[in-house]
């Protein structure tokens, strides 16, 4: 079974504070996402990465970095957070193109920023 | 990647067979139809995908219209288990494969005993 794991899964942040949120898959998945979830707006796609090294901007990418250091881990960066960035964070894997495009989520970060 | 329309809500009883419907009026010829679904608390979880054949697994049929303009997710003899937010999501297969995958609002099912 295919595993992502996100730490930590509750943080409280205050404002121009750096966060980390940080996502381990054991999947060997070229594709990892960093997705937002706030009520009235669904999933949005914040940034993503097509292997060791790579990330890429998605719909909203202002305020947040994302580093993929290796395979297994990608991470989302906010230098300095603010309260409108208070939301559930998500992140996935996915194999390579030509493959199921299947995305394997994580349990989800809630972040609080005061 | 091209727009998916879904409605807001569903509700059934269990027991009874779901047909999710989803409008993708723009869809490209290498854009596969994904469905996932989402419980409170927890990430969205794959449920089935298809280019232009129907397909059946485990949990659900997927039908595509032969213009592949609409495609519907059907949940034979739901349970509450069933009660989640069903997505319909597009994604390009082209150039390598595109990464980016972008989800709506999806469906809200409600199941009642």
């Known amino acids: 079974e295919a595993a992502v794991t996100q730490s930590p899964r509750n943080k409280v942040a205050v404002t121009g504070g750096k966060v980390t949120l940080s996502c381990n898959q054991t999947n060997n998945h070229n594709n990892m996402y960093w997705y937002r979830q706030d009520t009235g707006h669904g999933l949005r796609l914040i940034h993503y990465?097509?292997?060791?090294?790579?990330?890429e901007k998605g719909d909203i990418p202002d305020g947040y970095k994302a580093s993929r250091p290796s395979q297994e881990n990608f991470s989302l960066i906010l230098e300095l957070a603010t309260p409108s960035q208070t939301s559930v964070y998500f992140c996935?894997?996915?194999?390579?193109?030509?493959?199921?495009?299947?995305?394997?989520f994580g349990e989800g970060s809630k972040l609080t920023v005061l | 990647d091209a727009k998916t329309t879904q409605p807001d809500s569903m509700e059934s009883t269990e027991g009874e067979t779901v047909h999710l419907p989803c409008s993708h009026a723009?869809?490209?010829?290498?854009?596969?139809i994904y469905w996932y679904r989402q419980v409170p608390l927890q990430g969205p979880e794959y449920v089935t995908h298809?280019?232009?054949q129907n397909t059946t697994n485990s949990m659900a049929f997927l039908a595509i219209a032969s213009d592949r303009k609409s495609s519907t997710l059907i949940l034979p003899h739901v349970s509450l288990r069933d009660a989640a937010v069903y997505h319909c999501?597009?994604?390009?297969?082209?150039?390598?494969?595109?990464?980016?995958?972008?989800f709506g609002e999806g469906t809200k099912l409600t199941v009642s005993s």
């Open positions: 999501i597009l994604r390009a297969m082209n150039q390598g494969g595109s990464a980016k995958l972008i």
């Open positions: 990465s097509y292997g060791a090294g790579s990330t």
């Open positions: 298809g280019l232009q």
């Open positions: 723009t869809i490209s010829g290498n854009e596969y």
């Open positions: 996935a894997s996915g194999d390579a193109p030509g493959g199921t495009g299947q995305l394997y």
